[in-house]
């Protein structure tokens, strides 16, 4: 039996987002490189109750972001590393940016354009926002500038809103406040957007920078100045710290900074580029390639080249542009045009900025044109006007070639995104109009990239200790467990049965709990590559994740719907069958002793039945010669104006044969109920119990309307009716 993988644990409150994704994928590459195996758990300690979901396969954890519950995670005793959020109770280092150095490359540049009055913008429940909080107040202290708590801003979240909501007050200090430091590049865009709006220039009026560097801030109006951190560079920074423990290493508790860098644009009042390409023509170099190719990794890449390190290191295809460049300038034969589309796809992959690529074309052009001046007169003038033609023919195959490879990483994106959202329709579809066997079976899952899956459901959701295998799914035939089995949560998904390719390829194992607000259902292991990397922070697994719960939830409800029909319909052909025997009894006719008889009635009285009755009275008063029916109306469980009306009939109709009709039954509710409806049973008789009268019947009491009504003993109980209706 081959020996288990080492594999290092995410638990992340998000699987998707340019934050989230980009951790993940920072912790993915990291692993990959090692050739261990990546597990991500999209909840927080807290929700999942760690460490003891999948315990027996993760070596170490790492948590981003929400450190709620982590106490118990430290308290297993294995590696854990948090990231962007400290956890003292942990005693556990943590993955962060160098929030102070890089607020502070922020609020001294505006310093240095002349700003004092400096707003702080963000969201202080997060612990990155306060620490750029202290870097922004550590900075004006520094420059002699005295903090003012009056210029802190807080928003309520890290988001456009939170930015948006914080204009109206700084607008309401306009010209008090010249410029604006935001904790986040969504907060620093959707300030910007709201000033705008109100009327209020960027940078004109007030000087704005963010946190981030995120790639909506390239596309702003003006761009962006901001802090660039690498979100994948601390993802694998995080990594390193986990596996330095698991190497036995000892790192001690607390921050790990990852490097952050100044990026200037425009909405602090710089034009970046220029100032580059003029510190450019201020350089003296007797190799102008290798300064000019240093100038134009500088111009691509997130961090400054270190001093001896080849540019080719950071852009391979530099070279090639160099030998374009100088063969245009000699008349020699220029390089394949193809060498050219490829490193210009490689610089294309070092940044998407349009601004920084085309840089490169103008870093090109003022190089050449420094190099002319320097010629000077006495130069052969149709030679340079050749040479000049040969410049501006490659500045224009390079312009052309960057352009077209950043069109077809815009192309890929989209077709890729477009392959999502056809995906994820496809899933949508199906979990919401499969069948039970469809929705389990994980068929669905054939629409997606994921080659692997397994669900398991909570065998007691009291508890949550083992879940019962209900689903599986294998696209390059890796064996599944049984359906039917039952896992320990700690064993959750099986290790042995994960395919080969999730240790140390482009896959991971993704664990997603299935719950919704009335009931967590158990979760979904998937192995796949990571999810496309977009704006929002619920991709297509969390879109998964909820479809399936609400799919559960609805088979549940359907089950039970199912199960309510089947006794609704037993109670029903219960109630047929009573009524059916009712109706079968009719309407019994029990001589009592002579002259009286007893009909006990059952069940509804309707038209037929009440026709039923008055027939059997009046052929039992004839054949029997009664002078007194007992009409006993204990099983009727309801009287209203068609029963009275019934009863009516049947006494007067007995009246007209000497005979005369005693009510048995009547309770208090059906007198009341008769004296609310205005109904007079005119001069009927009422007894509650058949007992009462058998007593007046023995006393002589109840008699015929031939004998009268005077001459009985007591008086007969009060009928129920109009004016005289009492029970």
């Known amino acids: ?126 612990e990155d926002i306060r620490a750029r909080l202290e870097g922004y107040k550590a900075t004006l202290a520094e420059r002699g500038i005295p ?28 010209g008090d406040i010249t410029a604006a430091v935001a904790g986040t590049d969504k907060n620093a865009l959707g300030l910007m957007a709201a000033l705008q709006a109100a009327g209020c220039r960027v940078p004109e009026d007030l000087a704005v920078t963010g946190f981030d560097d995120i790639a909506e801030a390239q596309w702003a109006a003006p761009p962006l100045t901001t802090v660039r951190q690498r ?47 003029r510190a450019g023509d201020a350089a003296h170099d007797d190799d102008l390639g290798e300064l000019l190719a240093r ?18 290191s950071v852009w391979p295809g530099v070279a090639r542009v160099i030998e374009g460049f100088t063969a245009a300038i000699e008349g020699a034969a220029p390089p394949p045009a193809v ?105 669905w ?37 049984p359906i039917g089995s039952v896992v320990p949560r700690e064993a959750f998904p099986p290790a042995a049965l994960l395919p080969p390719s999730s240790v140390g390829g482009p896959y991971l194992v993704s664990l997603l709990p299935i719950r919704t607000l009335q009931r967590d259902w158990g979760i979904l292991a998937t192995v796949g590559p990571r999810s496309l990397e977009i704006a929002g922070d619920e991709g297509s697994v969390a879109i998964w994740g909820a479809l399936l719960s609400a799919a559960l939830e609805r088979d549940a409800l359907m089950q039970s719907l199912s199960e309510q029909h089947a006794s609704l319909q037993d109670a029903f052909e219960r109630e047929r069958a009573l009524s059916a025997a009712v109706r079968a009894l009719g309407c019994p006719l029990i001589p009592l002793v002579e002259g009286v008889l007893l009909v006990p009635l059952i069940g509804e009285l309707d038209g037929e039945r009440a026709r039923q009755v008055l ?70 008789t009422a007894h509650r119990a058949l007992s009462s009268a058998l007593d007046e019947l023995a006393r002589g009491g109840l008699r015929s309307p031939r004998a009268g009504r005077g001459d009985a003993g007591s008086p007969p109980e009060p009928r129920p009716g109009r004016r005289r209706g009492r029970a």
Do not use: K
């Not at 807290?46 to 954890?61: H, I, K, Q, T």
């Not at 949508?428 to 066997?437: F, K, N, Y």
């Open 445 to 481: 899952l054939d629409a997606t990239s994921t080659i692997w899956s397994c669900l398991g459901l909570w065998e007691d959701p009291a508890t949550r200790d083992r879940l019962v295998i209900a689903g599986t799914y294998s696209r390059d035939g890796s064996p599944t467990p």
């Open 1 to 126: 039996m081959h020996p288990r993988p080492t594999t290092i644990g995410v638990l992340t409150p998000f699987l998707d987002g340019f934050y989230f994704n980009a951790v993940v994928r920072g912790i993915h590459e990291a692993v990959q490189r090692r050739g261990h195996r990546l597990v991500v758990v999209r909840a927080t300690p807290e929700l999942v109750e760690a460490p003891s979901l999948a315990r027996d396969l993760v070596d170490g954890w790492i948590v981003v972001l929400s450190t709620d519950g982590i106490e118990r995670l430290a308290r297993a005793g294995v590696p854990l590393v948090t990231v962007s959020t400290c956890a003292p109770e942990a005693g556990c280092p943590t993955a962060m940016p160098d929030n102070v150095a890089g607020i502070r490359s922020a609020v001294s540049h505006l310093i240095e354009h002349g700003h004092r009055r400096i707003a702080f913008v963000g969201c202080l429940e997060q």
């Open 295 to 312: 100038q134009m990794v500088a111009l691509l890449s997130p961090h400054a080249l270190p001093p001896g390190t080849p540019p080719g």
């Open 231 to 277: 979100f994948d560079g601390l993802g694998r920074l995080a990594c390193e710290l986990v596996l330095a423990q698991l190497a036995g290493e000892v790192v001690p508790p607390g921050p790990a900074l990852a490097p952050t860098t100044f990026v200037q644009r425009r909405s602090c009042g710089c034009n970046a580029l220029q100032g580059f390409l």
């Open 615 to 684: 027939e059997t009275v009046v052929e039992g008063v004839s054949r029997h010669g009664a002078r007194c029916v007992l009409l006993d109306i204990t099983g009727v469980p309801r009287v209203d104006a068609q029963v009275a009306h019934a009863l009516q009939q049947t006494h007067g109709a007995a009246g007209l044969l000497g005979a005369r009709v005693v009510l048995i039954g009547v309770r208090p509710e059906i007198a009341a109920r008769l004296v609310a409806l205005d109904i007079d049973l005119g001069d009927l």
């Open 147 to 174: 903090f003012d708590p009056g210029l802190v801003f807080e928003a309520a979240n890290n988001w456009l809103s939170g930015g948006q909501d914080a204009a109206a007050a700084i607008l309401a200090r306009r």
């Open 339 to 443: 060498g050219i589309d490829d490193a210009c796809q490689q610089a294309v992959r070092l940044t998407p900025d349009v601004e920084s690529l085309m840089g490169i074309v103008r870093l090109l052009g003022r190089a050449f044109r420094r190099r002319r001046a320097r010629r000077g007169e006495g130069v052969d003038g149709a030679a340079e006007d050749r040479v000049e033609d040969r410049v501006e023919e490659f500045l224009e195959q390079v312009r052309l070639s960057l352009m077209l490879a950043r069109l077809d990483a815009e192309r890929e994106f989209v077709g890729a995104l477009g392959e999502v959202v056809r995906s994820d329709h496809e899933v949508s579809l199906a979990l919401l109009g499969g069948t039970h066997e469809e929705l389990r079976s994980l068929s």
